[in-house]
């Protein structure tokens, strides 16, 4: 029997992010959003449907969303539990809720410079204890509750990760960009290496038109002294830094690979290390800045 007509299509998670101030709503939203999440901070839970199927209409029902709700929602707080309680967003939703020790929650907020919330004329922990009775009702019912009171950042977001990853996501996302350096150095480069050790396929009549996309000038720039040692060297140092980046919850690298205007040497080479670290289990693309410049 088919079902393809009846059967709804799959959609995506909803991630409801609430818990005490200073535990560490904001980092859990940007790491969610790292994971691919679409991320609203301070939602008033009475619009979650609403903003589900905005988003629903406009990036397709497998986006997933993440909204961060606090006590600022004021009067609207309330009604999240209801909302969740009905998935009134026609999605399932988890509800994490962050936490940690009072103690921990005044230094982080004092280390802010920020008063709480609810703390009105009177002392922080005044406020901690307004709110915790405020949640208290959400923490009990939490699908997630994340103690941050003995966590770092790092630490934080590997929890979100573990929770919310999938092996696509939590994946780092390489990319390797040629460069001219006539055309001024990448900027926002992690790492930049320097092609113009290497003779210059310009110099070669039959060579000069093409780039380094071609089988012939490539074949011709991995072929000159050098050039294979500098791969077999440099390639084992950025993954082992890749490696480490992931440690620390960064998901994205960016390496420059320069020559002298971006066409032959550094989009040769450029092409040959994204598909070394593809082979390496990255999520490795090549991208051209100044092809095409000349």
């Known amino acids: 029997m088919d079902h393809s007509a009846t059967s709804p299509a799959p959609t995506g998670e909803l991630v409801v992010v609430t818990g005490m101030t200073g535990a560490g709503r904001s980092t859990a939203a940007k790491e969610l959003e790292d994971l691919g999440f679409f991320v609203i901070d301070n939602l008033p839970p009475s619009l979650l449907s609403d903003v589900v199927r905005l988003v629903d209409e406009s990036r397709g029902a497998r986006q997933p969303i993440a909204v961060v709700v606090d006590v600022r929602s004021g009067s609207f707080f309330d009604s999240l539990q209801a909302n969740l309680a009905h998935e009134s967003s026609g999605r399932h939703a988890t509800l994490v809720f962050l936490d940690a020790t009072d103690e921990v929650l005044v230094r982080r907020q004092e280390a802010a410079r920020r008063p709480h919330p609810l703390q009105g004329s009177g002392r922080l922990l005044d406020g901690l204890e307004r709110e915790r009775v405020a949640l208290a009702d959400l923490r009990a019912n939490a699908d997630l509750v994340i103690d941050t009171s003995a966590l770092n950042v790092h630490q934080l977001t590997d929890r979100i990760s573990e929770a919310f990853g999938t092996p696509d996501t939590t994946r780092l996302r390489v990319t390797v960009l040629s460069f001219g350096f006539k055309y001024g150095i990448p900027v926002d ?65 960016r390496v420059a690979i320069g020559c002298t205007g971006g066409k032959h040497r550094s989009v040769a080479m450029t092409e040959e290390i994204a598909r070394r670290l593809s082979e390496q289990g990255f999520v490795a693309r090549a991208v051209h800045r100044d092809l095409g410049k000349e």
């Not at 000038?217 to 991995?222: I, L, Q, S, T």
């Not at 000159?224 to 830094?241: C, I, Q, S």
Request: no cysteine; glycine share 10%; charged share 25%.
């Open 189 to 253: 480069a992690d790492f930049i290496a320097d092609m113009r050790f290497l003779p210059n396929p310009h110099w070669i009549p039959e060579l000069r038109p093409g780039t380094g996309q071609d089988t012939e000038v490539a074949d011709y720039v991995r072929s000159r002294p050098g050039a294979e040692e500098f791969l077999d060297g440099y390639v084992p140092v950025l993954t082992g830094v890749a490696a480490g980046y992931l440690r620390e919850g960064k998901r994205f690298m």
